[in-house]
């Protein structure tokens, strides 16, 4: 069976900038492009796909800054040092042969998130490198999500993922829906984390049905159903934002993105 991967650039590259120490050459910062390209030819060794693409996010607002301005909102600027490590990468990438996506209004997310869904209904395996507990939402039958930690990069496949959390993949997204995340500044219901959120999504099986059964269930504390009836509407806009778009515009097809010589 052919098999796709794809790699969240940025993200690996943010996590490769702050483990490995600043390195330079030629008075040009380069640690972020030595974690990065270790991970990446570690996974082109092991997985030996016939297609591989690196998503990137583009420097744009996106439809989920439309839906809710504060989103992403008070995040770190990229340090420089990192910053003038993106173009060098790119140019490394396509001289290595491999696709580089990126789409204005759009997070990489969502080209991941599309490309591997087209990817697994044309009968092909799917591997997602990225160091974003986001994706593990694309995880399908066909598709596994490759973790990357600050230790160890982690497989996640169906199995894998309810074997550790306790839902399936698709639920996923009510689960940040409920919990948030500081990162992407998603609200989610003020005062449940994520050991709430699970056990409610696991319990109701999805942010529909916990609603649904306030007025009725015993398995929700009185002080836990005014938390969620105060932060509906949060957890709504919350359940959106946090949902990857599996049909964004990524102006390829399958076959553009098979590896070419180096």
Known sequence: MDRLVLIDGYSLMHRAFYAIPALSKDGVYTNALFGFFNMLLKV?????????????????????????????AGRRPTPPELLEQFAPAKEVLRAMGFTVVEKEGFEADDLIGTLANAAA??????????????????????????????????????????????????????????????????????????????????DFGSLDEV???????????????EKLLLSKEDAFLSQSLARIDIHAPCGVTLEDTRRAEP
């Open 44 to 72: 082109v060794s092991d997985a030996a796909p016939d297609y591989l693409i690196v998503t990137l996010d583009a420097h744009a607002p996106t439809f989920r800054h439309k839906q809710f301005a504060d989103y992403k």
């Open 121 to 202: 209904d044309a009968g092909k395996e799917a591997y997602i490198l990225t160091g974003d507990r986001d994706a593990l939402q694309l995880i399908r039958d066909d598709i596994t999500v490759l973790l990357a930690t600050n230790t160890e990069t982690v497989n996640f496949d169906r199995a894998a993922f309810v074997g550790h959390y306790g839902v399936s993949p698709e639920q996923f997204v009510d689960v940040k829906a409920i919990m948030g995340d500081k990162s992407d500044n998603i609200p989610g219901v003020a005062g449940i984390g994520e050991k709430g959120a699970l056990k409610l999504i696991a």
């Open 211 to 225: 609603y649904a059964a306030l007025d009725t269930t015993d398995k929700v504390s009185e002080k836990q159903k």
